[in-house]
């Protein structure tokens, strides 16, 4: 769920990499800094979107007194279940780019550390699709 924190600074899209860095209102877990490859798709992607302050997704919602500013589970599992694939969640294809991370020899070596792609992969699905991630 990282993802929903990311910020302008966080991204690197020449590298393809996102950075995920303690802010004022989100520490990643293990208060560690995760850099994370990016995708093909996902920078095609944030090309398009924009890097939006002050949050790159959804920078409209704010803060609440839940712990992430907005969740996009449901939306993606019912978008999953009108795919067919009911049974697909962000945690398995958190699993799934881990996977592929590891058969193509990817640099990192936690598979948590491609949570953060996946979920903004995910995200940017989500908006393509209409649902979820309104455009600014």
């Known amino acids: 769920m990282e993802i929903v924190e ?18 004022e209102t989100f520490r990643p877990k293990d208060r560690d800094a995760l850099t994370v490859p990016l995708t093909d798709q996902f920078v095609d992607f944030l090309k ?7 949050f790159v997704l959804q920078p409209d919602v704010t803060h ?10 449901r939306a993606f599992g019912e978008y999953m ?6 049974w697909i969640s962000p945690h398995v294809m958190r699993h799934s780019f881990a996977s592929i991370c590891a058969s193509k020899a990817s640099t990192f070596t936690e598979s948590r550390r491609g949570s953060a792609t996946m979920c903004a992969s995910c995200s940017a699905i989500m908006q393509n699709s209409g649902r979820t991630i309104a455009k600014s």
């Open 81 to 86: 279940k009108v795919q067919g694939v009911p």
């Open 48 to 54: 398009r979107w924009g890097l939006r302050s002050p």
């Open 64 to 73: 609440g007194s839940h712990r992430y500013r907005f969740d996009f589970r």
């Open 6 to 23: 990311a910020v302008p600074g966080w991204f690197d899209l020449a590298a393809r990499t996102i950075e995920i860095l303690a802010t």
